[in-house]
């Protein structure tokens, strides 16, 4: 009875410390003693001031320059948009409101008239099934909850056309809207008729994270929750400050095409990492399904918009294209296209989603799947999701028994891969885009095999509990491992060591709570890193997969010729064989080198030609209203580039060719061209910290981050459970636990890098120094 109490005083001891801490080493760097000292990237809003006013600090232990941040993570300094909105919006009357609702709703419904006046053509702008542009679909649409995803976009929609109309009247600048000067609360309650009611979530905490990811910060219940909006490091650039794509900061002329961008700065180089294995790269998509999906608006049956002409030699005219069209121009000298005559590849825009008061603002992209790092790939971003995925017996998953071997439930969605026959396979995840490659098939079967595993271990232990009991559980375990994986393992490979100490991302001892949650970080994605920064693994990615027999090389496998086409999955070998392969191979560099299975032939599904991955990325940023590089160069505290030169004589003459001003550099491309500092990073300074910052944020901002005690986590650990957890949760050991052993019997300690370099040598599975986490800790 004695050592109770003392344990409850000593973590709280251990915080109050903390806090001290903090107090002192502020009080001794920053003047301004309501500031605290932050890498620049986390004070996004000192972008905006002048570099005089910037007041610069440094801490112990940390070797980067800081600087003395009061407004915290928001991109805006809410208290100088708070008095400069007051005096601005006094006068606003509610007539005038009304005729900015009416005209928004007005202007909806003239867009969605012409829509299915589109579709009531002879030939519909809809694209057809064989084509690459539809298997880029296959990976940016929603199946499931179709009409409820294009109401809330459509409200959105009709949310920005009032905020033109609204922008157009008041006479606002670009300026006002990038920082939200608009009228909030009481005043814009006009707009609020038919907006969902505000979230509400149970006073008592859930012990389990919920599916959606709703009521993880209290204050906030839809943080980082599904369908809601990306978040932003900086805000929009676009046109019209709305949704308008931006152009060319000198002239106001369009930016260059981003095929020609992509073919003049983009080869097809074999220059591998000897320190890190392709499941750097395999892992980092299987995360990025995780924490990120961007859909396409469709027609509102959901059909895929086309914006050009069916072989592609045109763009359709401007009387037959739908609003949500961006499509990209392809230039008649070509290198590749040329031969098939192709002059325009398909480009829909993303779907946007409202502000949870309905409020006037900048368009913003919507997120279906949850931000958290959940396991959500595997279970679904909504209760129908998992629902659909469950055995509801015993905790498990659904699966297809293949003769003995454990595969993914087999799917009943029709064209979800591109051959659905007899003996075929395709499969059913918590994300679609699951069938996308068979390395990220691989890693989902493997997950699915590691949740059935603990749960049946479960049981075993606990035979009174229910499915729920178990099934909740193991989720419970299984999420933590993601996490451990992520933080202990891949992100050290990616940011390099140097970095997780500077933006304290590294796991507490294995016998510590962590004391790192913070309610006012906003854990949601960033538009910056999903449009950018974490497509750098597009990079990473070989276009030729080595697969290994017994003695010798036994296919090698064109990676796009296997897209959307898991049907190996059903060979005795391909499981061992693939992730001996992921956890071997060496990862390609972060660079400009990029396989032509992504810059030709992506998707191409039986055609002699696909799309072009980096294209359609660049693409991407424009329609996210992503700000050039330099912008974000500014905002991680590097001088901004002045010269095209400064990035060497090749690239600075393509790049002097391609853009009218080093200002207009998109974000994508100037990160990949950029040179890495003495980091040990994989990836330049810019997108490192882009992303650092990212996972930071994941990691603060989760209430039932795995890590967090007793005060904070509803549903945490015991100390011996971390333990176990921390200690013996890694990638190879869940590889060693859940692959076929025929070809697999040996893993390194650190899937991530190359066997034999960093005494990470292969070890037996069955090596007693290689356990798995040790279950008996869940007995209750
Ligand atoms: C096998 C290789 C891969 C293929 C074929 C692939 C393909 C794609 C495609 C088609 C998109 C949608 C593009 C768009 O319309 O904007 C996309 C998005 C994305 N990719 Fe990849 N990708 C691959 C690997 C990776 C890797 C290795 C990473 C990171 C480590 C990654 C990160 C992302 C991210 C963050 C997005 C945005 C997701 C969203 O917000 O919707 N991808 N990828
Ligand atoms: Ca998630």
Not at 647 to 666: A, H, R
């Amino acid at each position: 009875t004695k050592s109770e109490p003392e344990l409850v005083n000593n973590t709280s001891n251990l915080t109050a410390q903390k806090e001290i801490d903090l107090k002192l080493l502020n009080l001794k760097v920053c003047k301004d003693d309501t500031a605290i000292c932050v890498l620049p990237v986390q004070c996004p809003a000192h972008f905006y001031l002048e570099n005089s006013s910037i007041e610069r600090c440094q801490i112990p232990n940390s070797n980067r320059s800081r600087i003395c941040c009061r407004t915290g993570q928001n991109h805006t300094d809410e208290e100088l948009i708070s008095k400069r909105r007051s005096s601005q919006y006094e006068e606003i009357d509610t007539d005038f409101l009304r005729e900015v609702a009416h005209d928004g709703q007005t202007k909806a419904s003239a867009l969605r008239s012409r829509e299915s006046d589109l579709l009531s053509m002879k030939n519909p702008p809809i694209l057809h099934i064989g084509s690459p542009s539809y298997g880029h679909f296959r990976n940016r649409r929603v199946l499931s909850d179709l009409p409820q995803v294009v109401n809330l976009a459509n409200k959105a929609m009709e949310i920005a056309l009032a905020t033109r109309a609204f922008k157009d009247r008041q006479g606002l600048s670009r300026k006002d809207l990038e920082w939200n000067m608009l009228p909030r609360g009481q005043k814009n309650s006009l707009l609020k008729i038919n907006c969902p009611a505000l979230m509400k979530c149970p006073p008592i905490l859930q012990k389990y994270r919920r599916i959606d990811g709703t009521c993880n910060n209290l204050r906030y219940p839809r943080w980082g929750a599904e369908l809601t909006a990306l978040s932003r490091l900086l805000p929009p650039s676009y046109e019209d400050g709305i949704w308008a794509p931006r152009l060319s900061s000198e002239s106001g002329l369009a930016l260059p095409s981003p095929r020609l961008i992509s073919t003049t700065l983009f080869t097809d180089i074999d220059a591998r990492n000897e320190d890190y294995t392709m499941m750097l790269s395999h892992f980092g998509q299987f995360i990025s399904h995780d924490i990120a999906l961007s859909i396409d608006i469709t027609f509102p049956n959901g059909k895929p918009i086309s914006c050009c002409t069916k072989n592609g030699s045109s763009i359709l005219p401007p009387e037959h294209l739908h609003y949500a069209c961006m499509p990209i121009e392809v230039p008649v000298d070509d290198p590749f296209y040329f031969k098939y005559d192709v002059r325009c590849m398909n480009f829909v825009r993303a779907a946007l989603i409202f502000r949870e008061d309905c409020s006037l603002g900048y368009a913003q992209q919507m997120n279906k799947v949850t931000h958290f790092i959940d396991g959500s790939m595997i279970y679904g971003s909504n209760s129908k999701e998992l629902r659909h995925l469950r055995t509801m017996e015993g905790g498990r998953l659904k699966m297809f028994d293949d003769y003995g071997r454990v595969l993914l439930p087999l799917t009943k969605k029709r064209d979800s891969c591109l051959t659905m026959e007899k003996g075929s396979a395709c499969f059913d995840a918590g994300d679609f885009r699951v069938n996308q490659n068979p390395a990220l098939v691989a890693l989902h079967t493997l997950f699915l095999r590691e949740h059935n595993r603990i749960a049946d271990e479960l049981w075993e232990l606990n035979p009174y509990w229910s499915d729920e009991d178990i099934f909740w559980e193991t989720r419970q375990i299984v999420i933590a491992e993601i996490q451990v994986i992520v933080y202990k393992e891949f992100l050290p490979c990616l940011l390099g060591e140097s970095t997780m100490q500077e933006f304290e991302l590294n796991l507490a001892g294995p016998d510590s709570y962590s004391f790192d949650y913070n309610p006012e970080i906003e854990p949601s994605i960033l538009n910056e890193f999903s449009s950018a920064a974490y497509r750098a693994g597009h990079s990473m990615i070989d276009g030729i997969l080595k697969i290994y027999g017994r003695n010798r090389v036994e296919e090698m496998i064109s990676l796009s010729e296997i897209i959307q086409q898991p049907s190996r999955m059903r060979k005795w070998e391909f499981f061992d064989e693939i992730l001996t392969t992921l956890t071997t191979e060496s990862v390609q560099q972060v660079d400009s080198f990029i396989s032509e299975s992504l810059t030709r032939y992506l998707f191409k599904s039986g055609n002699p030609f696909g799309i072009d991955l980096p294209a359609t990325t660049i693409q991407r940023g424009r329609d996210h209203g992503l700000r050039p590089y330099n912008d974000y160069r500014q905002l991680i505290g590097l001088p901004i580039i002045e010269e095209f030169e400064e990035f060497g004589p090749e690239f600075g003459n393509k790049l002097s060719q391609l853009y009218n001003s080093v200002d207009d550099i998109d974000l994508w491309v100037g990160g990949l061209l950029e040179e890495k500092d003495s980091d040990d990073s994989v990836l330049g300074p810019t997108f490192r910290d882009i992303i650092a910052d990212q996972f930071r944020r994941l990691k603060k901002g989760d209430r039932y981050f795995f890590e967090n005690g007793p005060e904070i986590n509803p549903g945490h650990f015991t100390l011996e459970q971390l333990s176990e957890l921390k200690m013996k949760t890694s990638l190879s050991r869940i590889i060693c636990d859940n692959a076929d052993g025929i070809m697999l019997r040996r893993q390194a300690s650190n899937a991530f890098k190359k066997p034999g370099v960093y005494e990470n040598e292969l070890i037996p599975c069955d090596s007693p120094h290689f356990r798995s986490i040790d279950l008996r800790y869940w007995k209750d």
